[in-house]
């Protein structure tokens, strides 16, 4: 959950989207998704063009990494890791952030009295 709130706080449309799904076939032990652009673009109801953009903004901003390997099947497959240091500096801007408006209210209360 700690991952969606931070996608939500700084992720708009499309790129949320991609990245709560890639983040939903992520493998707990090893924290490895590898689903395909169709199937992202399927579970979000996007294009699989609009897919291939979002997660190369992923990708740049720093919120996956994402690897190609060439299968047993010599196809092509990306395997995508979440780069969780940087989810939680977003957490901790979210917290300061609500800290900050939490102070400003304080003080406008005081001000009024």
């Known amino acids: 959950m700690d991952y969606i709130d931070a996608a939500n706080f700084v992720l708009a449309g499309a790129a949320f989207k991609v990245a709560v799904c890639i983040l939903q076939h992520a493998n707990e032990q090893t924290e490895k998704a590898w689903p395909s652009y169709k199937t992202i673009a399927s579970r979000t109801h996007l294009s699989v063009p609009t897919v291939k953009r979002e997660v190369t903004k992923l990708v740049r901003t720093g ?25 939680q500096t977003t957490l901790d801007d979210i917290v300061a952030e609500r800290i900050a408006r939490k102070a400003e209210r304080a003080a406008l209360l005081e001000e009024s009295f």
């Open 63 to 87: 919120w996956i990494e994402k690897r190609t390997i060439r299968g047993g099947d010599g196809r092509l497959h990306n395997i995508y890791r979440v780069l969780w240091q940087n989810v």
